[in-house]
C-alpha cells in the first residue's frame, strides 16, 4: 500500500533528533495524563494543534498496543500496560534516590522519603528509615491525599490555584487529625507560604506528634518531591533551619543524578 505524505511526515525525524511519530505519541499520553486520564480527539487535537486524522492514527496504534483503550463513549482513556511500565520506572527512580535519602538520614537523624504525584494522589516510591526506633506513617507504595503531606504541598505549590482546587474537589479534604487543613482557602495560602519559603511543612497534620519538611526536586522528568519525617520534639524550629538548605542540595544533586540518567547530563 503507498505511503501518504502524512504518513511520511510521521515517520520523519524531528528537528530534535528524534521520531517524529514517537514524540508525538508519548505527548498524546502525557495530554491524557494532564486530562485526567479520559479524552476525546476533538480535544486533544484542540490541545496540541495536530490534525484530526494524524491522532486517529497514533490514538488507533496506542490502542492496538494497549496503552490507550477505546471507551464505549467513544473517548479514549489510559491504557492497563501503562501501569507496568510505570510500577517499574517508579521502583528504578526509587532505586536512583536511596543514595541520596541515605545521606539525609545520615545528616539528619531523620527517616527519609521520596514521593511522586500520580493523578491526584501522592505515592512514595523511595524510603531510608531512621535508626530511631518510632515508626512513621509512610512507607513506599502508601498513597495519601496531598493536602495532609509536606510532599504534597511541595509538589503542588507551583500550580495554578484552580487546578489546585479543582483536585482538592475531586479527593476532598479529609482530616487525618485536627492539625489538617480542610479548606480549599487554607490550603492555597499554605502553598503561598511553601512557595515563600522555598520548603514545605507538615506540622502534626498527616500524624500527631510527628513534623515533616518537604522540597520538591528541580527539573525532575516527573514531578517529585523528598521530605524528612520525625518526631516533631527533634524537628524543631532550630532544626529546621539546619535542615532544610540539607534537602534543598540534595534536591538539587538528585535533579541532575535524574536527568543524567534521562540522557540529559547537566551542563
Known amino acids: 500500500m503507498p505511503t501518504s ?10 528537528a530534535t533528533g528524534g521520531v517524529q511519530s514517537l514524540e508525538r505519541a508519548f505527548d498524546l499520553l502525557e495530554r ?17 494543534g495536530l490534525p484530526l486524522p494524524t491522532i486517529h492514527r ?3 496504534t496506542l490502542v492496538a498496543c494497549g496503552y490507550v483503550r477505546q471507551q464505549p463513549n467513544r473517548r479514549y482513556a489510559l491504557g492497563p500496560r501503562l501501569i507496568r ?15 541520596h535519602l541515605a545521606r539525609l538520614v545520615e545528616e539528619t537523624g531523620e ?22 526506633s518510632m ?22 505549590a507551583d500550580f495554578p490555584a484552580e487546578e489546585v482546587r479543582a483536585l482538592l474537589g475531586r479527593t476532598g479534604m479529609p482530616a487525618a487529625t485536627d492539625k489538617t487543613i480542610t479548606t480549599p482557602d487554607g490550603f492555597i495560602a499554605a502553598l503561598a507560604d ?14 500527631i506528634g510527628v513534623r515533616c519538611l518537604a522540597v520538591s526536586v528541580p527539573d525532575s522528568p516527573t514531578a517529585a518531591a523528598i521530605s524528612i519525617s520525625g518526631p516533631a520534639g527533634r524537628v524543631t524550629e532550630a532544626a529546621t533551619d539546619r535542615i532544610v538548605p540539607l534537602l534543598q542540595q540534595v534536591a538539587a544533586e538528585l535533579s541532575e543524578a535524574l536527568l543524567a540518567s534521562n540522557g540529559n547530563p547537566a551542563a
Open 58 to 60: 497514533l490514538m488507533r
Open 194 to 207: 511553601v512557595r515563600h519559603q522555598g520548603y514545605a511543612i507538615d506540622d502534626n497534620e498527616q500524624e
Open 32 to 48: 491524557m495524563a494532564d486530562a485526567g486520564g479520559e479524552v476525546g480527539l476533538s480535544e486533544l487535537s484542540a490541545s496540541s
Open 5 to 14: 505524505s502524512a504518513s511520511t511526515t510521521d515517520s520523519a525525524r524531528s
Open 85 to 99: 511500565l510505570g510500577e517499574s520506572a517508579s521502583r528504578l527512580l526509587g532505586t536512583w534516590a536511596r543514595p
Open 111 to 132: 527517616t527519609a522519603n521520596m514521593a511522586l504525584l500520580d493523578g491526584d494522589e501522592i505515592v512514595y516510591v523511595a524510603q531510608v528509615p531512621s535508626k530511631h
Open 135 to 156: 515508626r512513621m506513617f509512610t512507607e513506599v507504595g502508601r498513597r495519601v491525599l496531598p493536602h495532609s503531606t509536606g510532599v504534597g504541598k511541595a509538589l503542588l
